[in-house]
């Protein structure tokens, strides 16, 4: 009970001394959180305690349990954030005021040059990993991730489909397959680790354009040439 209660004790004095209550100081967070970033990406999930996050973040863990409760609690918060923050960026790429093609290759350019990172390969590592027992963090992260573009996509697409430049009877399906054609021999191999490093820009270039070319083909009206 001790350890309940002293973090509210903290907090009151905090609040008499002009600081932030207990658990609510932003800049405290940020530092457990790319305390946290970092020890995860290096060391794994699994391989990680609170006590490294702590250790790594400069906190006690005391502080550190103030903040988050658990380290799946932690993991969640970091994913969310550089998550939203990133989507948020991609999606507004899908300028329907835009040339189509022109809007699918910065779409798809600025996704890929994002997702090739080491820690979101990290991420998505994790996250596997810990599916099977923690199911309601594979849930969040395909919904908040994967299934937040996917939708928005299928939207500029459902557009473009009214405007008579495509021909989809399923925009979401459609939507999906491309995001899986741009990824193409770029995340598989650095999901396994075979590669290491970033996509280049060359790499992303090319993909992009292979996939908008093959998507085209499928999919494009001759309004659309």
Known sequence: M????????QGKEDRRGG??????DPQKRRQILEGAGRIFSTAGFDATSMSDVAREARV??????????????????????????????????LDTDKPMEAALTAFATEMMAII???FVIAAHRIVIGVAERMPEIGTEFFERGPKRVATAFSQF?????AEGRLDIADTYFAAMQFLELVQAGIVRPRLYGAITEPATPEEIENNVASALSMFMAAYGTAKAR
């Open 60 to 93: 006690s863990k005391a502080t550190l349990y103030v903040y988050f409760q658990d380290k799946e609690h932690l993991f969640t918060a970091i994913c969310a954030e550089r998550r939203d923050r990133n989507i948020s960026e991609i999606i507004a790429l």
């Open 116 to 118: 090739s990172q080491p």
């Open 2 to 9: 001790e350890a309940v209660h002293m973090p509210r004790m």
């Open 157 to 161: 697409l459902d557009f473009h489909v």
């Open 19 to 24: 600081r932030p209550a207990a658990g609510t």
